[in-house]
């Protein structure tokens, strides 16, 4: 199962999101469902890139490894270019259809505050999704 968990704190734009798993609806090189959520996280990463340049997001870390994704940066409104907020959800709301066409294999935790940062400074945890 992949399991992803996106935390986002709107006050200051902040997010994070880390995948972790394989889909296992089928072998490893055609597995549709695992090509599907890393397209999407592909997309948000090249987004990020971009949104670095237009000055439309930061970017803190692109990592990808095997059956892993982790993401972090911050979304700015921008005057040009790509709204890093737009991005974002927009890509939430793709994992969320892959999540719903195959809640087998896809887990999808989403929190959004708008009240800073949780306590500890970090926004990703690795709670059982919900």
Not at 33 to 50: K, N, P, Q, W, Y
Not at 103 to 125: H, N, W
């Amino acid at each position: 199962m992949i399991r992803i968990y996106i935390r986002e704190d709107q006050s200051t734009g902040r997010f994070s999101v880390l995948a972790s798993g394989h889909a296992g609806t089928a072998p490893e090189g055609q597995d549709i469902v695992c090509a599907g959520v890393s397209i999407l996280l592909d997309t948000l990463a090249e987004a990020m890139c971009r949104g670095q340049d237009d000055g439309s997001m930061t970017v803190h870390t692109i990592q990808r490894e095997s059956g892993m994704y982790r993401l972090e940066g911050q979304c700015h409104r921008g005057e040009d270019g790509v709204d890093g907020p737009t991005v974002l959800q927009t890509v939430a709301a793709g994992l969320a259809l892959m999540q719903a066409a195959h809640p087998e294999a896809v887990a999808l935790d989403v929190r959004v505050t708008s009240e800073g940062f949780y306590p500890d400074g970090k926004i990703i945890d690795t709670g059982s999704p919900t």
